[in-house]
């Protein structure tokens, strides 16, 4: 099994940064997808960033420029640095993991911007 622990967040200005971390443990395969997705209220979940295992990144179109999406390998860990926040941004963020036969969720943290 894969267990995702989601830190950051929290309430920020217009403009401002957050970083948010997942770390992953259990069965991570060498070759794993890592990423973060986001849920506003009356909204689909969707991707904002992910990093494959061999640091290939994609990005929503709606961050770039703004977000960045890096993984420390040797600890299971995915991050997501996110600047010059808009309003807009305010969602739940959830971190999500691919791994052989494992596609895991973490449990969401709130990211609430102010205008």
């Known amino acids: ?5 989601e830190s950051g967040g929290g309430l920020v200005q217009t403009g401002g940064s957050l970083r948010l971390s997942c770390a992953a443990s259990g ?9 973060w997705y986001r849920q506003a ?3 689909q979940r969707e991707l904002v960033a992910r990093i ?11 961050v770039k420029g703004r977000f960045t ?8 860990t995915v991050y997501l640095q996110m600047n010059s926040l808009k309003p807009e941004d305010t969602a739940v963020y959830y971190c999500n993991v ?3 036969i ?3 969720w973490g449990q969401g943290t709130q990211v609430t911007v102010s205008s």
Do not use: W
Request: glycine content about 12%.
């Open 98 to 100: 691919i791994t052989g």
């Open 1 to 5: 099994q894969v267990q995702l622990v």
């Open 52 to 62: 494959i295992s061999g640091g290939s990144t994609n990005y929503a179109d709606s």
């Open 41 to 43: 209220p009356g909204k």
């Open 27 to 35: 069965s991570i395969f060498s070759f794993n997808i890592m990423g």
């Open 69 to 76: 999406i890096s993984r420390d390998n040797a600890k299971n």
């Open 102 to 104: 494992y596609n895991v």
